[in-house]
């Protein structure tokens, strides 16, 4: 088993930003939950301050809300004119885990987006 020095933050959409999703189909799903599993995983680094042992959700926040606008429609005049830390908040359920355990033992490979 090994770690690595990472933490994750785990983003799940909520009926919010499932609405503004489905708001850009032209013929969208008859029901919301079609998406609710869908999850996104990221990994950061540890608290620079050491207060914690990932760094806080809102020194990433601006990135992954891009990043969860993007994964849906890349205009971005169709993205809500505010994306301010409320309105993550209000669109996305949040979890921070500190501790990620690489249990398939090969050399990581990354991909740049």
């Known amino acids: 088993m090994r770690t690595i020095n990472r933490a994750a933050i785990i983003v799940k959409p909520k009926r919010p930003y499932l609405e503004w999703a489905f708001s850009l189909e032209e013929n969208p799903p008859e029901s919301l939950e079609y998406m609710q599993p869908k999850t996104s995983v990221y990994l950061v680094g540890e608290d620079p301050e050491r207060r914690e042992e990932s ?7 601006q990135e992954i809300f891009r990043l969860e606008l993007e994964g849906w429609d890349t205009r971005e005049d ?25 249990l398939e033992g090969s050399k990581l490979e990354i991909e740049e987006l």
């Open 55 to 61: 760094a806080p959700i809102k020194n990433y926040f």
């Open 78 to 102: 169709l993205w809500p004119d505010t994306t301010d830390f409320r309105l993550f908040e209000h669109w996305f359920e949040v979890e921070a885990e500190s501790v990620v355990v690489d």
